[in-house]
């Protein structure tokens, strides 16, 4: 409950500080629908960030991964002025819901997609395969909540939903540019290991790791729910 509160109040603070924007946006007439597609193109370039970086960076590079951070985070803003804007303006509509939730599943998919291409192209295959667990998982928690409630079970419950997400994985990018820029290289090697045991990215990547275990198993707390209230 604790938690649940805490994170109501955070989200409370976050869409106080997006008034004065969403008051802008109301004057200029532009719709919900249309923010949720700036919100997607922001997204699709923030994987575009990582595919120019696996493509004409250099192993090790931390400019990409943090702009990609920065990029995917103002995706995040455009999140959650849809809705507050639809609210806002009398604006809420079956398909537009719909459409929010469709495009939000495209985007997490088109950003998981740039993760795994960058980590493919460095050679981090195991993080790469992390990567894709968590997409598995992510997209397991919509649908569990979507399928649950056509069929008339509320299903918001977890603690890895999207805007969890996305802010782990925008933070830990940036943290990964930040702290690097600080502590120079860095690594742990260990004898029996082909790879690094800890590295500067693994500040990026570890983070993925716990999503591909926490994702999941939001699906199935989220399936069990349903369980007992069916």
Request: charged share 15%; net charge positive; no cysteine.
């Given at each position: 409950m604790m938690k649940s509160n805490t994170w109501e109040y955070i989200k409370k603070s976050a869409y106080g500080l997006l008034?004065?924007?969403?008051?802008?946006?109301?004057?200029t007439g532009v719709r919900p629908n249309g923010i949720t597609i700036?919100?997607?193109?922001?997204?699709?370039?923030s994987a575009i960030v990582l595919v120019v970086g696996a493509e004409y960076g250099v192993r090790g590079e931390t400019k990409y991964i943090t702009w990609f951070g920065i990029v995917l985070l103002l995706a995040g803003v455009f999140d959650m002025l849809d809705g507050?804007?639809?609210?806002k303006t009398?604006?809420?509509t079956q398909f537009g819901a719909l459409f929010d939730s469709v495009i939000d599943r495209y985007s997490e998919m088109v950003m998981f997609f740039g993760i795994a291409y960058y980590l493919v192209?460095?050679?981090?295959?195991?993080?790469s395969v992390f990567a894709f667990i968590a997409m598995i998982g992510s997209i397991m928690v919509s649908y569990v909540r979507a399928r649950a409630e056509g069929l008339g079970v509320d299903c918001k419950i977890g603690i890895m939903q999207r805007?969890?997400?996305v802010l782990t994985i925008g933070i830990s990018a940036i943290l990964y540019g930040v702290v690097s820029h600080f502590t120079g290289t860095f690594k742990v090697l260990v004898?029996?290991?082909?790879?690094?045991?800890i590295e500067n990215i693994t500040i990026f990547t570890?983070?993925?790791?716990?999503l591909a275990i926490l994702t999941n198993y939001t699906a199935f707390q989220r399936l069990n729910h349903c369980r007992m209230k069916m």
């Open positions: 008034n004065p924007i969403i008051k802008f946006l109301i004057k700036i919100g997607f193109v922001i997204t699709i370039a507050q804007l639809a609210r009398n604006q809420m192209a460095y050679h981090y295959f195991l993080s805007p969890e997400r004898d029996w290991l082909p790879f690094p045991l570890f983070p993925i790791f716990l």
